[in-house]
DNA sequence: ATGGAACTGAACCCATGGGTACAATCAAGG
DNA sequence: CCTTGATTGTACCCATGGGTTCAGTTCCAT
């Protein structure tokens, strides 16, 4: 075993204490010392465990990436019913996102890669691999789906996931500060709310948009009062 | 004058080595010394324009914002003329600022904003506040009097502004591996296109969508042939 | 020409921090 | 009990690099 002394695996300590530091001060700003501490470990177990400090940057970060895609992934669940309230569970499904993108680490996970990027080029394969990639095919499943149930106008479903995800998480970036200013729950609610508006609007079944009709002043398309969520 | 030796001055010369030395190694990594290499300038002169390493830091970002902002905003000049061919405009615009979006020292930029946010705050207000909010805001002056001559069906100029740029840029960021892989220019084309089929999707005139129309695949949706771009 | 301001090169001081060595310590198994 | 192996503090070596000093140099202004 590679536990002997304090009971809990060393090595996940670690590695959480790790991403928690590099998170913090970034990956030259940390120093391994640091990181023992935060892991409540001696220095010279770090190195015991991982060699370098570069590839307990790399090992950290594969696995909060990870951590971040199961979430996401999970968040996806309520779009395998196809039969509920599509603009309800769409509304759903991008709170849970929004909620997920603005996490604490998210936010520091997208920062130490865009940061580290040009240092570790294969960091970039291992998260985004298995990051937004994966994520985006998942999607992209759920909405041919419904599709293919007639729920939703999609001819291309990697295209429809693509701009469903871009109109929900591009508008955070501007108001949350690039992940630094916390961002009420009601507010992302409503961001929510607009992207799958205008998603519906490119994608949802025909619109037959009247005269003075427009759909992005009203709180829920077909009536639903969309008060209760969570 | 602040020119003595190499002619031309100094100050601007030392700001962008640093900017690009900042780019290549990241804040941290980077060294004073190799600034000066860059700029062609001894260590100390560097040290006698700009006190810190810090503030050498804070003016290369903002010399580097300023840059990029003054671009972007002359890439939405197409959108002045309210007659032309609005598809085929705001291809055109789309377009071009998506060539800005990947250019190398834009995505430096962001690539340093998002590593060192947290240890500068103060850059971000410098460079969120003249750069993509300015952005937003100049679009959606430009597209709210597009809507107000008929011609768009937008009731909030900013939510068109942003989601047209999410739309935009979203899908982008996928394809060229966070900035790091070089994009050839048709693509962008043809995503700007998808993105400015979404929007117009949205926001467009009336669509009057009949069965089996879909407008994703017509490559242009008035008609025009949409080849001679650039 | 000459004083002065900026620039240069090189050496220097010193703090930080990656990585290692080592003796002491603790837990598990025989 | 005793061996084995991981762990722990601590001290240490050494490379990197921010920032400064200084004597000499170049250029401009008067």
Redesign the interface.
Known sequence: MATTRGGGDRRQAILEGAFTVFA?R????ACVKEVAAEAGVAKPTVYNHLNDKATLFRHAMQAAAQNVLDERLAALDPLKDADGDLPATLHDVGHRLLRLHTDERACAL??????????F?DI?EIV?ESG??RL?QALADRLARLALAGRL?I??PD?AA??F???L???L??RT????RPIDDTTLSDLAR?AVN?FL??FGP??T?E?GT?M??VANPDGHPLTVEE
Request: aromatic share 4%.
């Open positions: 913090r970034g990956y030259a700003q997208r920062r130490l890669l865009y940061s580290e990027i040009t240092h080029p970039l985004t937004p990639h985006t106008r001819t291309d295209l693509e701009q995800l871009s109109l998480t591009g508008p970036e501007a500060r690039m992940g630094t607009t205008a609007q490119i025909q619109v948009t005269a427009d992005r002043k």
